[in-house]
T-cell receptor, first 114, second 118 residues
Framework: SQQGEEDPQALSIQEGENATMNCSYK?????LQWYRQNSGRGLVHLIL?????REKHSGRLRVTLDTSKKSSSLLITASRAADTASYFC??????????????FGKGTKLSVIP | GAVVSQHPSRVICKSGTSVKIECRSL??????MFWYRQFPKQSLMLMAT?????????EQGVEKDKFLINHASLTLSTLTVTSAHPEDSSFYIC??????????????FGPGTRLTVL
């Protein structure tokens, strides 16, 4: 079932501005991940934050996780036109069948205008 | 490292035919592989989880006789869409989890296969 819900669904910003995307989920998780997908292409893993972490950085990316509110945010600083893509959050939870399942949100379509 | 390939990348077929999609982990062994489908402008939906040497576990609403999954080795899983119909047209993406214990099984994604059924 769809667990992660991102907002906004679409975001359009000028190059150089920061972009913030939010994700909410419903059940307990092991970790939360953010992915990027260019149109018609596969997924690129961006960052993983574990359930016992509150904030994580990777380059121009900053992810926060609030397990009490069951929400996460992805901040992309100093955006570039090349950041234009769809961004998905995915929650990982143990499936009970010997593996962790990922449940993806609906995604945020980010457009960065040069 | 941790590269996953899919073949073919794009396939167009006639209604009623069967299509096989391969997912390979190129530089690691995968205990578990996952198959997702993605409709245009929508998110990825997990179809099934397959473990090497055992039957796949299908998500609710996914017909196991329609979408045959074979995970014959630790580096290869196949998804066969049987008697394909236009509504099966979608983007199919696989992922693979390597054999290592980090408290969480990472998933590495393939580039996807675009299936168009005429």
């Amino acid at each position: 079932s769809q667990q992660g819900e991102e907002d906004p669904q679409a975001l359009s910003i000028q190059e150089g501005e920061n972009a913030t995307m939010n994700c909410s989920y419903k059940t307990s998780i092991n970790n939360l991940q953010w992915y990027r997908q260019n149109s018609g292409r596969g997924l690129v893993h961006l960052i993983l934050i574990r359930s016992n972490e509150r904030e994580k950085h990777s380059g121009r990316l900053r992810v926060t996780l609030d397990t009490s509110k069951k929400s996460s945010s992805l901040l992309i600083t100093a955006s570039r036109a090349a950041d234009t893509a769809s961004y998905f959050c995915a929650t990982a939870a143990y499936s009970g069948a010997g593996s962790y399942q990922l449940t993806f949100g609906k995604g945020t379509k980010l457009s960065v205008i040069p | 490292g941790a590269v996953v390939s899919q073949h073919p990348s794009r396939v167009i077929c006639k209604s009623g035919t069967s299509v096989k999609i391969e997912c390979r982990s190129l530089d690691f062994q995968a205990t578990t592989m996952f198959w997702y489908r993605q409709f245009p402008k929508q998110s990825l939906m997990l179809m099934a989880t397959s473990n090497e040497g055992s039957k796949a576990t299908y998500e609710q609403g996914v017909e196991k006789d329609k979408f045959l999954i074979n995970h014959a080795s630790l580096t290869l899983s196949t998804l066969t869409v049987t008697s394909a119909h236009p509504e099966d047209s979608s983007f199919y993406i696989c992922s693979a989890s390597p054999i290592r214990n980090r408290g969480y099984n990472e998933q590495f994604f393939g580039p996807g296969t675009r299936l168009t059924v005429l």
